[in-house]
């Protein structure tokens, strides 16, 4: 094959590319844009468990707390299971939920860290072990999930379908500040949530399960030894011939900073858990090595086309690879401007980027694409992950194994610090 050849190749499957990832955009916009919340009355919400597990004080868990204890729902109890009574997060829900004076909230240390499962899979296990008959619906959240009030009525709401088994929102970030590791983030994110929507991976910040769907699934025995919770639900869903709804109105915002670091530990963590426990993680890898290595090929061969003065030739794979920054740049600012109309619906601030932001914005684009990649290609082979200060050795989906459980710690390294939910 000629470089002509292959130049033409290249930017031929680019071009492909682009255009299957901008149809899968088209489409997650057009839901975000379109589909609006199902509303059920107050006699038909069923009685429904809100469990919140906390290691470290995250900061804006005092405002998640706040706003779970005053959602607008007719039965509804929060449990909240701390990881220690020494865990800073101990003081803030405590005096979070006597302040509001709520008598619907139960809050409990972490009993039995297993050595079996990570920390939160732990404590998800514990909270929905003590619940009676009476809970027909179990919400998961995190605490960077500052629910607005109607959240759960929303999330609950597509459970009344018997063909759905679970629902799930997803995180859109607005970064207070707009720094280049936060920006890399929020691309990223943006791209993810895109994915996840057509795959039907769930996200553990808003997700509602049917009790019934629990019980006959075995999902807690899985969760005993497992490193999440959240990834795993399609399959089990699956087997029982039921469905992940995605609700759209639950796109919740997440206005952290982060450092370059921390976003890498973290999306290497969000990868490590798809790949071990979705069935289409597959097509996951296929599409991160293909915008991946495409781009690079045509970067590479680029510099050969002008090392040897092949002019048009060189233009051509110009042409293409600001075709591709371009088109990127748009779909982002799409899924931008969709999101802005859900959070809009809501009364919450969306404007967040700026003029200046927006420049680093469109710089950061090539950034996100290398340090994903570079995330990718380690979580095919980590063995060892940190995750909130703790270390857990990855032998296999469920072969999880607690290195050694040990209190948060506040002024512990950057892995354990509560800078930001990570």
Excluded at 391 to 415: A, F, K, L
Aim: aromatic share 10%.
């Amino acid at each position: 094959m000629t470089l002509e050849q292959m130049a033409a190749t290249l930017v031929i499957t680019l071009v492909a590319l682009i255009v299957a990832q901008g149809i899968l955009v088209l489409g997650f916009a057009i839901v975000l844009l379109f589909k609006r919340s199902v509303t059920s009355s107050d006699d038909t919400c069923p009685k429904a468990a809100v469990i919140l597990c906390l290691r470290g004080g995250d900061p804006f868990l005092q405002h998640c707390v706040a706003a779970i204890l005053d959602q607008d729902y007719p039965t509804y109890d929060l449990r909240i299971i701390v990881d220690s009574e020494q865990d800073p997060a101990w003081q803030i829900a405590t005096q979070c939920a006597e302040s509001s004076g709520s008598t619907n909230v139960l809050i409990q240390s972490l009993r039995n860290p297993r050595n079996t499962c990570s920390l939160k899979c732990s404590s998800v296990v514990q909270a929905i072990s003590d619940l009676d008959d009476s809970y027909e619906v179990v919400a998961l959240l995190d605490a960077d999930t500052v629910p607005h009030r109607t959240w759960l009525r929303e999330l609950v709401a597509p459970l009344a379908n018997n063909r759905v088994g679970a629902t799930t929102g997803n995180r859109w970030y607005m970064p207070d500040e707009v720094s280049v590791p936060s920006l890399i983030r929020y691309i990223w994110n943006a791209a993810a949530i895109v994915q996840m929507y057509w795959f039907g991976i769930a996200w553990g910040g808003s997700l509602a399960i049917k009790t019934s769907v629990l019980r006959e699934s075995g999902l807690l025995e899985r969760w005993s030894n497992a490193f999440c919770e959240d990834t795993m639900v399609f399959r089990a869903l699956r087997h029982m011939n039921l469905r992940l709804e995605f609700v759209p109105t639950i796109l919740m915002v997440n206005r952290e900073s982060c450092d370059l670091a921390g976003y890498f530990r973290w999306v290497r963590r969000q990868l490590l858990t798809a790949r071990l426990y979705h069935p289409n993680w597959f097509l996951v890898l296929s599409h991160g090595v293909s915008t991946t290595l495409v781009p690079l090929a045509i970067v590479s061969l680029l510099i050969v086309a002008i090392q040897n003065s092949q002019a048009s030739m060189a233009n051509w794979l110009a042409i293409a690879l600001a075709i591709s920054w371009v088109t990127n740049a748009a779909m982002v600012s799409f899924l931008e401007v969709a999101a802005r109309r859900v959070v809009a619906r809501r009364g919450e601030p969306t404007r967040w980027l700026g003029f200046l932001g927006f420049v680093k914005y469109l710089m950061s684009l090539p950034i996100t694409q290398l340090v994903y990649s570079a995330a990718l290609s380690s979580s095919l082979f980590v063995r060892n992950v940190g995750w909130r200060g703790i270390s857990y050795q990855i032998r296999g989906p469920w072969d999880i194994r607690m290195v050694e459980y040990r209190p948060y710690e506040t002024c512990d390294n950057g892995e354990s610090r509560p800078a930001a939910s990570l």
